[in-house]
Every structure is written in C-alpha cells, then in structure tokens.
C-alpha cells in the first residue's frame, strides 16, 4: 500500500503546482490587458463617456441624497479623519516652509492689500458699527466685573503714584525751608552733630 | 533670631502737614458747602421771616464749627490720621507715640487755632523745632510722626 499511497500523494501535489501556475499566468494576463485598456484611448474614451453619462449623474444623485453622506459623517467624526489629516499636514515641515514661503511673497503681499483696500472691508466695519450687538458686547464687557476690578485697580495705582510724587517733593520742600530758617537764626541743622562743650 | 532696634521717629515737616491740612480743609469745606446749599434751597422755598433766617444762619454758623472740631478731633482720637494725614502717610500722636484722648484732641484743635491767628506765625516753630513742633504741638504735647511705606 504504501507505493501506491506515495504515488498519490506526488500526484496531487503536481496538479497544486499546475493549478497554481495556471492561475499565476491567468492573473498576469488579465492584469496586463488592464494596463493596456488604462493605457489606451478607448479606456480614456470610456471613463469619460461613463462620466458623463446620465446614469453617472443619477449614481452620484443617489448617493448624495441616501444615507451614504451621513454614515461617511458619522465615520470621518468617530475615527477623528480630520484631527488625524490636521495633525499629520500640519507636523509636516515641508508644508510650514511652503506656507512661509507664501506669506512672505510679494503676490501675498499684493493680495492682503488688495484685501484691505477692497469695498468689503470698509462696508464689513461700517455694519460693524451700525449694528446694535457690537455696542451690547461692548457694554458688556465694560460692565464685567474683571474689568472694572482692573480700572478701579489702575486708578488707586495712578492716584498712589501721584501721591507718592507730592509726598517726595513736600518732603524735599520740608528739608530745604528747614535748612534756610536754621540757617537764618544761626541755629545748625538738625542733622548735625553737637558742638563739643 | 534678634528683634530689630525701634526705629526713631520721624517727625514730619513743614510743607507736608501744610498739604495734609489743606485736603482737609478742602473736604470739610466741599461737605459743609453741599450740606448749606441743600439747607439754603429748602430754607428760601418755604418762605421763612427775617428774623427766623438770620437765627438759622447763627445755627449754620456754630454747626459749621462743631463740624470741624468734630471732623479733626474724632480722626485724632480714633485713628491718628485724618484723610489728609492718609495721603501724606502721618500720623498725631502724644510725645510718648500713644494715641491723643478725646479730650487732648479737642485741646489740640484750639492751640491749633491759637497758632493760626497770629498770621500762622505759631506754626513756624516746626521749621527750628528738633521735633518738628508747632506750637499747637508743643501746648498740646504732641508730634507728627510719619509712617513708613508697608
């Protein structure tokens, strides 16, 4: 028996080897034809004539209005796509000396005076000011208590420093008179020492 | 550890108490002029005689006083410091640094007015005096120290 069983058990594993040859050749063919299709102009023809069809439209139409765009919403937030993007685009270094590379261009320049001399501006400031909110805000935060701790505060530190300069120049004032009225009446200065008896 | 040696006094002069004194005459005079000029308006709607207007400005006349003996005397005895005093840091105290009673306030207040009449000349003994004495001072054994700042 054990002729016949080594004899079957080589058989098998040669029809393994064929089949797996033959699927190799298969999968390079098919492969290749691909390349072929992408490369040629009949595939270029193709993707633009789907794409331009109708039915693309209809496609795109129905997934935009089912539950495609929530459910891709619902994944971009849970699995944190865009955190993940902001971090990786923004570590990367060759984006940082891109971005400075622009800011500091002259067609940056052009553009942001552009940008501030435009009507926009002028009108976006004038609404600014004509609107009520922007007065509510700043009665607002005129009324916080933070900032009128802080006025209250700079205004004793203004009327102390104020103080403090009076208080040096009567006091300068005080030593000068008293040097002069000493002196007058031939008495010595408070500060000197006595005569020897 | 050694506890540090008192310091001596310092005694405060001339221009300094004259400025303090000058605030003071300022508030007690701002509150006793918006207190008269409220009185006088409610005084002229009610149409009062003569006689009765002259006897209510002899009561302004003494309220006036009383206000300012009482304004000076009760910082004196209480805190040694009148508003004034606060803002040029001094302080009235006794010879010995205790605070001034009551009765020394008010006996200060009259020598004070005492060394005012003679054309403030009883003040100009704080220019020689070592102690920065004026003569209110010396009648009502008492100085003028200044603080330190905190």
Same mark, same amino acid.
């Given at each position: 028996?054990?002729?016949?069983?080594?004899?079957?058990?080589?058989?098998?594993?040669?029809?393994?080897?064929?089949?797996?040859?033959?699927?190799?050749?298969?999968?390079?063919?098919?492969?290749?034809?691909?390349?072929?299709?992408? &490369?040629?102009?009949?595939?270029?023809?193709?993707?633009?004539?789907?794409?331009?069809?109708?039915?693309?439209?209809?496609?795109?139409?129905?997934?935009?209005?089912?539950?495609? =765009?929530?459910?891709?919403?619902?994944?971009?937030?849970?699995?944190?796509?865009?955190?993940?993007?902001?971090?990786?685009?923004?570590?990367?270094?060759?984006?940082?000396?891109?971005? =400075?590379? &622009?800011?500091?261009?002259? &067609?940056?320049?052009?553009?942001?005076?552009?940008?501030?001399?435009?009507?926009?501006?002028?009108?976006?400031?004038?609404?600014?000011?004509?609107?009520?909110?922007?007065?509510? =805000?700043?009665?607002?935060?005129?009324?916080?208590?933070?900032?009128?701790?802080?006025?209250?505060?700079?205004?004793?530190?203004?009327?102390?420093?104020?103080?403090?300069?009076?208080?040096?120049?009567?006091?300068?004032?005080?030593?000068?008179?008293?040097?002069?009225?000493?002196?007058?009446?031939?008495?010595?200065?408070?500060?000197?020492?006595?005569?020897?008896? | +550890?050694?506890?540090?040696?008192? #310091?001596?006094?310092?005694?405060?002069?001339?221009?300094?108490?004259?400025?303090?004194?000058?605030?003071?005459?300022?508030?007690?005079?701002?509150?006793?002029?918006?207190?008269?000029?409220?009185?006088?308006?409610?005084?002229?709607?009610?149409?009062? %005689?003569?006689?009765?207007?002259?006897?209510?400005?002899?009561?302004?006349?003494?309220?006036?006083?009383?206000?300012?003996?009482?304004?000076?005397?009760?910082?004196? %005895?209480?805190?040694? #410091?009148?508003?004034?005093?606060?803002? +040029?840091?001094?302080?009235?105290?006794?010879?010995?640094?205790?605070?001034?009673?009551?009765?020394?306030?008010?006996?200060?207040?009259?020598? +004070?007015?005492?060394?005012?009449?003679?054309?403030?000349?009883?003040? *100009?003994?704080?220019?020689?005096?070592?102690?920065?004495?004026? *003569?209110?001072? +010396? *009648?009502?054994?008492?100085?003028?120290?200044?603080?330190?700042?905190?």
């Amino acid at each position: 028996m054990r002729p016949v069983a080594g004899a079957w058990s080589l058989a098998r594993r040669a029809e393994r080897e064929a089949r797996r040859a033959a699927a190799r050749r298969a999968e390079d063919a098919a492969l290749g034809a691909l390349d072929a299709l992408l &490369a040629s102009r009949l595939g270029v023809e193709a993707v633009d004539r789907v794409l331009s069809s109708d039915l693309a439209s209809h496609a795109v139409g129905k997934a935009l209005e089912g539950p495609l =765009v929530d459910a891709i919403a619902r994944d971009v937030v849970r699995y944190a796509v865009l955190e993940r993007l902001a971090g990786g685009v923004l570590d990367d270094p060759e984006l940082e000396r891109a971005l =400075v590379a &622009a800011l500091d261009s002259p &067609a940056a320049e052009r553009l942001m005076t552009h940008v501030l001399e435009s009507r926009l501006i002028d009108e976006a400031v004038r609404r600014l000011l004509a609107g009520e909110e922007l007065w509510l =805000v700043v009665e607002e935060v005129a009324q916080s208590p933070a900032v009128t701790e802080a006025i209250t505060r700079q205004s004793i530190g203004f009327a102390d420093q104020v103080a403090g300069g009076v208080r040096a120049r009567s006091r300068n004032a005080d030593a000068w008179l008293e040097r002069a009225a000493r002196r007058a009446i031939r008495r010595p200065p408070a500060d000197a020492p006595p005569d020897a008896p | +550890m050694s506890t540090p040696p008192p #310091q001596a006094p310092v005694y405060e002069g001339l221009v300094t108490r004259a400025i303090a004194l000058a605030v003071d005459a300022a508030i007690v005079d701002v509150i006793a002029l918006i207190v008269g000029v409220g009185l006088g308006l409610v005084v002229s709607t009610l149409g009062f %005689s003569h006689d009765l207007r002259v006897a209510l400005l002899a009561f302004g006349g003494v309220a006036f006083v009383v206000w300012t003996v009482a304004y000076f005397t009760v910082f004196w %005895s209480t805190t040694g #410091q009148t508003p004034g005093n606060r803002l +040029m840091r001094l302080r009235v105290c006794r010879e010995d640094g205790a605070p001034l009673s009551p009765r020394r306030a008010v006996w200060r207040f009259g020598a +004070m007015v005492l060394a005012a009449l003679p054309l403030l000349t009883g003040f *100009l003994t704080v220019l020689v005096d070592d102690r920065r004495r004026g *003569l209110h001072d +010396m *009648l009502a054994g008492t100085v003028v120290v200044g603080l330190s700042l905190p």
